[in-house]
């Protein structure tokens, strides 16, 4: 087979690939005779239908079969000797004046680019550290504790204040119409909670059991509710019952009823310690291996591969499409949905994606088992139990190969930050967390 590697433009290569029609005959007469034994036809017995009448029936499907193989195969061949990276599917097309007794055929297609990392001393990265304070494990008790909160029906003449529970009935007008979603019955909300929108609660709130207000309500201009965005309601809202809220102590009794083996407050505290500094790690990690990610991505220089590209943006594209069908929808499967609001994450991900190889092989980064084992392990232990959640992420390939890119991507950053100009900065807890108001 005589082949020929031409370099086109940037990653795009042409590869000639030459046949002899001999073996794509041998081949199809083949596949003929085999197909002959099995194949059933109307007046023949099964596997006494003459040779003619199969290769008149399907000699082209079973021609056009071979073909495809034979040129996968040279071309699979020939990559390889060549010693190339091929980029997704080549587009082959057959040549005309082949020589007497071959077929000839164009590959056009791409290879993956070489890759050039920058020197990482230069790099800059600003690490980032927390601590778990005594706020925030004060912070989590509130939290459980409001979890776990009771109610009693306030005085007729109490007020409704921040923390009570409040049934109101409710219903909103725009310029004197009703509008979908603004009325109901028997609707219950905790005030000062956020649940409902700022001029909601503040209407509510120091109302007593049986009263009714009028008051306007504006819809922000990002309001879910597109129909009122916005624009401005009027709305009569009648209290119905005001519930006082009734917090547990933080007590002994409290602590076993959040499973703490001990049973003591000190147990408890130590419990929520333990688990907010597992995910305060877990999260600086996250932010701290994005930023190595982004100085990666400045000091990388390299082509992208269209085809790559083009892979990125349908998984994309089909996520999209799923994330739309699990919101119900109607024919999201159809939804217009250009490739081009796609292509700047897609080409971030390319890119990363074989830097991140290239420093991987170039450094031996890749995961070991201990390093798979020790992270599932990390993964599991803030579970009831820990070592069935060990047996999921093993008895899954997928899974695993999902946690062996992150042990990858967590090798990359540590290597990245022993070489980068490293700056370390404090964060608070409610900063990390999101927290901040």
Do not use: C
């Not at 061949?77 to 000839?104: D, F, H, S, W, Y």
């Not at 001393?121 to 706020?135: G, K, P, Q, T, Y």
């Not at 529970?165 to 979603?181: A, N, W």
């Not at 100085?295 to 591969?305: C, N, Q």
């Amino acid at each position: 087979m005589a082949v020929t590697v031409e370099t086109l433009e940037k990653l795009e290569r042409k590869i000639t690939l030459s046949l002899p029609l001999t073996t794509i005959q041998t081949e199809v007469d083949a596949r003929l005779k085999r197909l002959a034994r099995t194949v059933k036809m109307d007046g023949f017995r099964p596997g006494k239908v003459p040779l003619s009448v199969v290769a008149q029936r399907y000699g082209y499907s079973v021609q056009y079969e071979v073909l495809n193989d034979k040129v996968g195969e040279a071309f699979a061949q020939a990559a390889n000797e060549a010693q190339l990276r091929v980029a997704g599917q080549p587009r082959i097309t057959e040549k005309e004046g082949a020589p007497e007794g071959q077929v000839t055929f164009d590959a056009v297609f791409e290879v993956f680019p070489e890759v050039k990392i920058a020197d990482l001393s230069d790099a800059e990265v600003e690490r980032l550290s927390a601590e778990v304070d005594e706020a925030a494990i004060e912070k989590t008790l509130d939290i459980l504790r409001k979890q776990r909160r009771t109610f009693a029906q306030r005085a007729q003449t109490a007020p409704a204040e921040d923390g009570d529970r409040v049934t109101v009935d409710f219903e909103g007008k725009i310029d004197g119409e009703p509008f979908q979603g603004g009325k109901a019955e028997d609707f219950q909300f905790l005030v000062g909670e956020g649940q409902m929108l700022k001029e909601f609660e503040d209407a509510v709130r120091g109302m007593k059991a049986g009263e009714s207000k009028t008051f306007p309500l504006a819809f922000p201009e990002d309001y879910h509710g597109k129909d009122v965005a916005g624009k401005t309601a009027d709305f009569l809202v009648t209290l119905k019952k005001i519930e006082a809220a009734n917090l547990p102590e933080v007590n002994e009794q409290f602590a076993k009823t959040l499973g703490i083996a001990d049973g003591t407050v000190e147990g408890l505290r130590a419990d929520i310690k333990k688990n907010l500094e597992r995910e305060v790690k877990f999260r600086l990690m996250a932010r701290n291996k994005q930023a190595v990610m982004d100085a990666l991505v400045a000091k990388a220089e390299l082509d992208l591969p269209n085809a790559a590209i083009q892979a990125e943006i349908a998984r994309l594209l089909e996520g999209a499409r799923a994330d739309l069908k699990q919101r119900g929808i109607k024919d999201a499967d159809k939804a217009e949905i250009p490739d081009d609001i796609f292509r700047p994450q897609a080409e971030r991900r390319v890119r990363l994606g074989l830097v991140l190889a290239e420093l991987v092989r170039a450094n031996a980064l890749q995961a070991t088992p201990e390093q798979l084992k020790a992270h599932i392990d990390e993964l599991a232990a803030s579970y009831e139990k820990p070592e069935d959640v060990v047996r999921w992420y093993f008895g899954d390939r997928q899974r695993l190969a999902e946690v062996e890119a992150v042990v990858v991507e967590n090798n990359v950053t540590s290597f990245v930050l022993g070489k980068a100009k490293v700056t370390d900065k404090a964060v608070s807890f409610e900063e990390l967390m999101g927290q901040q108001g």
